[in-house]
Antibody, heavy 118, light 112 residues
Framework: EVQLVESGGGLVQPGGSLRLSCAAS????????MSWVRQAPGKGLEWVSAISISGDATYYTDSVGGRFTISRDNSKNTLYLQMNSLRVDDTAVYYC???????????WGQGTMVTVSS | DIVMTQTPLSSPVTLGQPASISCKSS???????????LSWLQQRPGQPPRLLIYQISNRFSGVPDRFSGSGAGTDFTLQISRVEAEDVGVYYCMQSTQFPLTFGGGTKVDIK
């Protein structure tokens, strides 16, 4: 079964750090670009970051640039999001999503909740 | 950034009746390669988003044929020919023509 499973969310104080992971299974992870998309409580979807198949190209939305780092380990079939200098407005469910090369998100994980609060 | 504007915000629909959602982009979504990267996603309550339509009008695998997409340039539409109970949720358009990728604000479809 094709699956993405996020982990690493939790409660963190403003200014703190978290690292999210997204474990892929059921497909050749190294053949797909990947993204992180977040959804604040009761709000819409916001794209956060994307990474190319090899990991040599990365992209970020302006609000997280310089604070978040996307990476991948194709040998471990895992996508990461290192989040530093977290702010209250980073509170959201974070989803990882697969891009099959036609600039769409065809497979989504169930999400992991990140709460930034003092 | 490309701004995606969806209307209506909410669409109460009678079972078996059609529904239509509009999505307008602040600039053309035609990529330099000629493709238009406009997709539609459905998010049922408590669930992650699910891909319905990609590149304007291509139904994703397993999506019922009552869902269809149309449009060009900056104006796009998602249509549900006959709404069923399982269609309740929030629908989003998304552009992936250029970074940052952006979503519409969402349209809530529920049953009257």
């Amino acid at each position: 079964e094709v699956q993405l499973v996020e982990s690493g969310g939790g409660l963190v104080q403003p200014g703190g750090s978290l690292r999210l992971s997204c474990a892929a299974s059921g497909f050749t992870f190294s053949a797909y670009a990947m993204s992180w998309v977040r959804q604040a409580p009761g709000k819409g979807l916001e794209w956060v970051s994307a990474i190319s198949i090899s990991g040599d190209a990365t992209y970020y939305t302006d609000s997280v640039g310089g604070r978040f780092t996307i990476s991948r380990d194709n040998s471990k079939n895992t996508l990461y999001l290192q989040m530093n200098s977290l702010r209250v407005d980073d509170t959201a469910v974070y989803y990882c999503a697969r891009d099959p090369g036609i600039s769409v998100f065809d497979i989504w994980g169930q999400g992991t909740m990140v709460t930034v609060s003092s | 950034d490309i701004v995606m504007t969806q209307t209506p915000l909410s669409s109460p629909v009678t079972l078996g009746q059609p529904a239509s959602i509009s999505c307008k982009s602040s600039q053309s979504l035609v990529h330099s390669n000629g493709n238009t990267y406009l997709s539609w996603l459905q998010q049922r309550p408590g669930q992650p988003p699910r891909l319905l339509i990609y590149q304007i009008s291509n139904r994703f695998s397993g999506v019922p044929d009552r869902f269809s997409g149309s449009g060009a340039g900056t104006d796009f539409t998602l249509q549900i020919s006959r709404v069923e109970a399982e269609d309740v949720g929030v629908y989003y358009c998304m552009q992936s023509t250029q970074f940052p990728l952006t979503f519409g604000g969402g349209t809530k479809v529920d049953i009257k």
